[in-house]
């Protein structure tokens, strides 16, 4: 499955003690997910440490660091790398041939905003400002960010969708 970026623990958890079900669904279902990372509004290391001990593994598609949805670099580091869609699709098979759920293959944006997390900070504060919470906070922060990025983080993120929709059709074939 490709998707632009996955979704996870919450800044500011446990208060709002908000985690997306994304985690605990890819824990069990095996299937491999090709994103840009994990949804940069959120607490990517919270989000890294709860998918190692849901058994998620983490694999950086010619990386070997975390990309951070919108940028290509900036997480921490990935416990494995392939370099191609065959050896993640390898990776896949073995794992699910002893039975176990899913994977998370992170793979980083070919245009890389590297000036993007001012831009979410203020995003995040003008939800809290608002009254913003719960499942509502990351349409907000999209829409905010689209409006102030002059449309950049949104043409950032149909590309991520396309692009991680391609590779993930690649693994498929490749199983």
Request: glycine share 10%; net charge negative.
């Amino acid at each position: 499955m490709g998707t632009g970026g996955l979704g996870g623990v919450h800044r500011g958890f446990p208060n709002p003690p908000d985690v997306s079900a994304d985690l605990a669904e890819l824990a069990r279902t095996q299937t491999l997910v090709v994103s840009s990372g994990i949804k940069s509004l959120l607490d990517v290391r919270a989000t890294v440490e709860l998918l190692e001990s849901f058994g998620v593994p983490l694999l950086g598609y010619g990386t070997d660091d975390l990309p951070l949805f919108y940028t290509a670099r900036g997480g921490p580091q990935v416990p494995a790398r392939v370099e191609s869609a065959e050896e993640a699709a390898q990776v896949a098979r073995t794992h699910w041939e002893l039975d176990l759920g899913g994977l998370l293959l992170a793979r980083p944006p070919d245009k890389s905003l590297d000036d993007v997390e001012p831009l979410i900070e203020e995003a995040l504060s003008a939800a809290a400002r608002d009254g913003v919470s719960g499942q509502a906070v990351t349409p907000f922060v999209l829409t905010y960010l689209h409006e102030h990025s002059d449309g950049g983080t949104l043409a950032a993120n149909r590309e991520l969708v396309v692009v991680n929709a391609g590779l993930a059709a690649e693994v498929a074939a490749s199983r």
